[in-house]
């Protein structure tokens, strides 16, 4: 979502005129675009900021994001060489007073009138693929996340608006397409719409090759959009499944609004429909009150369900959150021993899952061209996984035949047929 809320501020500044530079040194503006998801994402994002503090040399500092959308003009206070901050949902409004800015310090959170309304098709650095953000914001209160405080209320981007927005980056040679919200799932409950609808007709967009989504709520998940997977042939054979926690009483305390056992059912019918589906999912060790048993629960879900990947992440208190009253009851010591086992356990399985794709022939799109390895192209495969193929033949936005050779941890090795 930062990367595509990146790319739609840069579109918005190239309209305003102004020229994207690769040293910083010689930049008269700086922006830094910021996450606040976890801890860790905040503090690099402060620490990359606070490098500047001694080289201001008259230049305009802006800091956005959600970092500046929870601390708000805190953040003046900490860092009083930045002239600017905005929240996520301003950067029309942002980019207005960039423009006319002589001074001072300002702050901008005023959301943007019909930001999702109005067409802002976002500057992609990528040949072939792209993101498109299909919502904004999230009203779930998962009571670890700050996302609804630096985010605010679900909102939908029209139908027509996400065609056009998808039909402008087709023009630019885009062929692949992620929809992406915090809950897709959810999109279309405050405007009438419907996600089984939306992909539906995305797919029947022609020169669309390969299709994808995320993020999906275990809560919200329909039968109609898994049935999607074996009924849309350019849709990714790709769940991706925020599981969080395999212990109910930790789910409960997260206010998940799902349980183990509703969780385990939504695996085995989408399997079930689609056998070559790959998930791939979330979890978070040392959320309060996780105590041994209810790590081995996540431990042994994990074992049992076998996903192709794992986001596995350290719980940190984050500001407004319900879970930030509760006392952090894991040492760190201990959350890095749990994210640990779970490392080296889904690091088992995801070579053995790619392992068994090996002898496989798949129909690959190529996104790109290595640019760490000569004549090798990057692409995925229909379940989405990234394949390597060298070639000295040009295959850039090709979908090809592959036979899969090699699984690795992070790769396939195919060779081109
Ligand atoms: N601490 C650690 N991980 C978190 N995530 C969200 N909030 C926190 C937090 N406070 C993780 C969740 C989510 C992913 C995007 O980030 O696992 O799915
Ligand atoms: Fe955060 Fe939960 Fe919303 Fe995801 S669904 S953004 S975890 S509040």
Redesign the pocket.
């Known amino acids: 979502m930062n990367f595509y809320d990146s790319d739609k501020l840069r579109t918005l500044l190239f309209e305003n005129g102004f020229l994207e530079i690769s040293s910083i040194e010689e930049a008269d503006i700086v922006i830094v675009n910021t996450c606040c998801?976890?801890?860790h994402a905040e503090d690099r994002a402060l620490s990359f900021l606070g490098s500047f503090k001694n080289k201001k040399n008259n230049k305009v500092f802006c800091l956005v994001g959600c970092v500046p959308a929870i601390y708000k003009e805190e953040i003046f206070k900490k860092f009083d060489f930045i002239d600017i901050i905005s929240g996520p949902n301003s950067y029309k409004k942002f980019v207005e007073r960039l423009k006319k800015y002589n001074g001072g310090k300002i702050a901008i959170f005023e959301e943007d009138e019909g930001f999702l309304k109005e067409l802002i098709v976002p500057q992609i650095s990528e040949k072939f693929t792209s993101f498109v953000a299909i919502t904004k914001g999230c009203e779930n209160f998962?009571s670890?996340?700050?996302?609804p405080f630096a985010r605010g209320k679900l909102i939908s981007k029209p139908e027509d608006v996400v065609i056009k927005e998808i039909q402008t980056l087709i023009e630019k040679g885009i062929r692949e397409i992620f929809l992406i919200g915090q809950n897709v799932n959810e999109y279309g409950k405050d405007i009438g719409g419907d996600f089984v609808k939306l992909l539906k007709r995305v797919h029947n967009i022609e020169k669309i090759l390969r299709i994808g989504f995320l993020?999906s709520h275990p809560k919200d998940i329909s039968e109609d959009l898994l049935n999607l997977f074996s009924e849309l042939p350019k849709l990714y054979k790709h769940l991706h499944l925020?599981l969080?926690s395999g212990s109910d009483k930790i789910l409960k305390l997260m206010n998940r609004k799902y349980t183990v056992e509703k969780y385990l059912k939504i695996v085995e019918k989408v399997r079930n429909l689609c056998p070559e589906i790959s998930i791939t999912s979330?979890?978070?060790v040392g959320?309060p009150y996780e105590d041994e048993k209810d790590f081995e629960e996540t431990y042994n879900l994990i074992e049992k369900i076998k996903f192709d990947d794992l986001?596995v992440?350290?719980?940190?208190?984050?500001p407004h959150?319900e879970?930030s009253k509760m006392p952090d009851t894991v040492s760190k010591e201990e959350k890095e021993r749990r994210h640990q086992l779970i490392f080296n356990l889904q690091n088992k399985i995801s070579i053995l899952k790619n392992k068994n794709m090996e002898g496989k022939i798949e129909e690959v799109f190529v996104r790109k061209k290595s640019y760490k390895k000569e004549n090798t192209y990057i692409g995925r495969t229909m379940n989405n996984k990234p394949v390597l193929i060298e070639t000295k033949k040009n295959i850039e936005g090709e979908i090809v035949k592959v036979e899969i050779k090699r699984g690795e941890r992070h790769y396939l090795f195919g060779i081109l047929l």
């Open positions: 998801v976890r801890k998962c670890y996340c700050v996302v993020t925020p969080q979330d979890i978070m959320f986001y992440f350290k719980y940190s208190p984050r959150t879970a």
